[in-house]
T-cell receptor, first 111, second 111 residues
């Protein structure tokens, strides 16, 4: 089976812009989670989608949003980018368990 | 809030040495995962342990889940430069599918 894929791998944006990241889970996985990883904070949970519904949400501002499509692919959107949003954004999929399989991540740099 | 404490935070050793990384919590986990992450990439799942006292071996890596399912250890025998990376433990509890991640142990193995 193909693994989790994320696009794009790298992004450079300026403050105030918005960005959309895409994630395709492992075939058959219906749960998709998003994480933000920074050197200072480690891996922080953003939100999880299951069958097109947001099932869990982390403690991030409303500028961070997501959605999931009927084919389980997911997108994450960050509006009004801030310098502190620079991070590695990771998508993970799972199949009815808490074992998560991660994609390679999208490195976002906000200038 | 569940907390997973990993120790040590950093480890720099010579090729051929043995090492142990610890993951501790006050929460009981239904299962616990170990991941290895290389710079700029997503975490790669190494193992999932589910039964208290369980020991799993993956070549030179030995994983143990504590009897009370609150802690785990990862032991590497005869470390090699290819073992270099960030080792993360993660666990979920209370019926949640969303795991909590430790801050990780950064391992460098010098040739």
């Amino acid at each position: 089976k193909a693994g989790v894929t994320q696009t794009p791998r790298y992004l450079i944006k300026t403050r105030g812009q918005q960005v959309t990241l895409s994630c395709s889970p492992i075939s058959g996985h219906r749960s998709v989670s998003w994480y933000q990883q920074t050197p200072g904070q480690g891996l922080q949970f953003l939100f999880e989608y299951f069958s097109e519904t947001q099932r869990n949400k982390g403690n991030f501002p409303g500028r961070f949003s997501g959605r999931q499509f009927s084919n389980s692919r997911s997108e994450m959107n960050v509006s009004t980018l801030e310098l502190g949003d620079s991070a590695l954004y990771l998508c993970a999929s799972s199949f009815y368990t808490d074992t998560q399989y991660f994609g390679p991540g999208t490195r976002l740099t906000v200038l | 809030t569940q907390l997973l404490e990993q120790s040590p935070q950093f480890l720099s050793i010579q090729e051929g040495e043995n090492l142990t990384v610890y993951c501790n919590s006050s929460s009981v986990f239904s299962s616990l995962q170990w991941y290895r992450q290389e710079p700029g990439e997503g975490p790669v799942l190494l193992v999932t342990v589910v039964t208290g006292g369980e020991v799993k071996k993956l070549k030179r890596l030995t994983f143990q889940f504590g009897d009370a399912r609150k802690d785990s250890s990862l032991h590497i025998t005869a470390a090699q430069p290819g073992d270099t990376g960030l080792y993360l433990c993660a666990g979920a509890s209370g019926g949640s599918y969303i795991p909590t991640f430790g801050r990780g142990t950064s391992l460098i193995v010098h040739p």
